[in-house]
């Protein structure tokens, strides 16, 4: 114990200092209290979109509360449940000299933030397509699918509808961007996607014929084959077909009531006032009349199968009569052939093909007015226009007939006889001619028989 000679002075002083000790304690307080009045009013809460600040909140119970107000104002926008695409974050931050501001948080969310809306995504034999906004539109879609091909017409009546594939729809969160109506969806699964089949091109093909074998028009097969020159084809091009695939496919099963027309048939009598070669229509026909019953089936709207149900006639045909000759033709010809152009003219074009088509005949040329002669003796069969021909006579001589073709004038008429060497006609150039010369043909037969070189009856 430490004696009372060195405690009293202690304590003496002490009570000297009391009040510089008060004041001291006093101060440490006061800064304790700042420091934490200064850190506390610095402290803060950040929020952040995907990592990019959009404001401080004082509070952390607020952002709930702005994220909930926001999710329900795009709700009552798109009218349907929504849920936010976007990561936000809250961090505690000090930041001494910033200040908190709700407001200007909400209106930074309020462009940051996205929402995707619930929605129904159409699936086709489990596969996605395109999305609509609810079950309602889905049925929307398969009753327009289901209708698009049905025929509305009083004489069809529709008896089955089948869609070969499965249509059917799951939920899911989309942008509301990528929402599609049930009409623009039934388009796209009607129309599907194009491909393109190269067909080549054979003797005979037209782009007619091609765009009507393939279910398209001429206008699309040029837009589809830009290097086409005109509707010129030639055999072994390749064209290009532009074909829908359609991503789902519709049968429908149809009765048809039609009325279709019955073919008479031709009967025959003879006429010995008549040629052999010439006949003429005694009683013209009538078509019958019959009403018949179809069960038909298309595959989005191509027919593929029509079968006859029923079959009821009106009306019974009547038969057309027509009297054939039986007169000999009095002139048979000698089997040979004179040359047909009075002076011989030039041979211009021979016979056989020449600049991509068949020449039946031989070209001989010479002046418009030229006598033509019969090359054998026979019965004029025809006389008159006939079409690229221009002006043409026609002789039958029995097993061979020759024509005249490209005449300035015609000089016999149908069913007159003429001897070999007759003038029948006068050179010119009518009809597809692009000179003044005689078309001279002989087919064996008749008149549309098989064409023979005239130059194997003429010797050089």
């Not at 795009?74 to 449940?81: G, M």
């Not at 936000?88 to 809306?117: C, G, I, M, N, W």
């Not at 050179?427 to 000179?435: R, Y």
């Amino acid at each position: 114990m430490l004696p009372l000679k060195i405690i009293f002075p202690v304590l003496t002083k002490m009570k000297k200092n009391a009040n510089l000790y008060f004041l001291l304690g006093s101060a440490f307080a006061l800064w304790g209290i700042l420091s934490f009045y200064s850190v506390w009013s610095g402290t803060f809460y950040a929020v952040a979109v995907n990592g990019l600040e959009a404001g401080l909140l004082k509070k952390q119970e607020e952002l709930p509360a702005i994220l909930e107000e926001l999710q329900s104002k795009a709700a009552d926008y798109y009218d349907l449940p929504v849920v936010l695409v976007e990561d936000v974050t809250l961090e505690k931050v000090f930041r001494p000299s910033a200040e908190a501001d709700a407001q200007q948080v909400t209106s930074q969310l309020r462009h940051l933030l996205s929402y995707k809306v619930a929605a129904q995504m159409v699936t086709v034999n489990e596969r996605d397509v395109f999305p609509v906004k609810t079950e309602k539109e889905v049925e929307k879609v398969i009753e327009l699918v289901r209708d698009a091909y049905i025929t509305c017409q009083e004489n069809v009546s529709l008896e089955k509808v089948l869609i070969g594939e499965k249509i059917s729809f799951r939920s899911c969160y989309v942008y509301p961007e990528k929402l599609y109506t049930a009409e623009t969806l039934v388009s796209f699964l009607l129309q599907g996607t194009k491909r393109r089949e190269v067909y080549l091109v054979s003797r005979g093909d037209s782009l007619w014929k091609i765009a009507r074998d393939n279910n398209l028009s001429v206008d699309t097969l040029k837009e589809a084959n830009p290097q086409l020159n005109g509707d010129a084809l030639q055999e072994g091009d390749e064209i290009s077909l532009v074909v829908a695939e359609p991503l789902v496919n519709v049968t429908t099963v149809e009765r048809l009531h039609a009325e279709e027309s019955i073919p008479f048939e031709t009967e025959y009598t003879y006429d010995s006032n008549l040629w052999r070669t010439q006949s003429r229509v005694v009683k013209n026909g009538v078509l019958g009349q019959k009403e018949v019953v179809y069960q038909v089936t298309k595959e989005n709207g191509v027919e593929i199968k029509r079968e006859k149900l029923q079959e009821n006639v009106l009306k019974e045909p009547e038969a057309r009569v027509i009297a054939a000759g039986l007169s000999q033709i009095p002139s048979q010809g000698t089997g040979s052939f004179s040359w047909p152009v009075r002076g011989g003219g030039r041979i211009s074009s021979g016979y056989g093909w020449r600049n991509g088509g068949f020449h039946a005949g031989v070209d001989i040329a010479a002046p418009t007015g030229t006598p033509v002669l019969a090359a054998d003796s026979g019965v004029v069969v025809f006389q008159g226009w006939d079409g690229g021909y221009g002006l043409c006579v026609v002789v039958n001589h029995g097993q061979y007939c020759t024509r005249y073709a490209h005449n300035s004038r015609n000089l016999v008429n149908t069913g007159q006889a003429v001897s070999k060497g007759q003038v029948i006609a006068s050179i010119g150039s009518t009809g597809q001619s692009t000179g003044s010369h005689l078309h001279f043909e002989i087919r064996s037969g008749g008149m549309h028989g098989s064409t023979v070189n005239p130059l194997n009856f003429f010797r050089p």
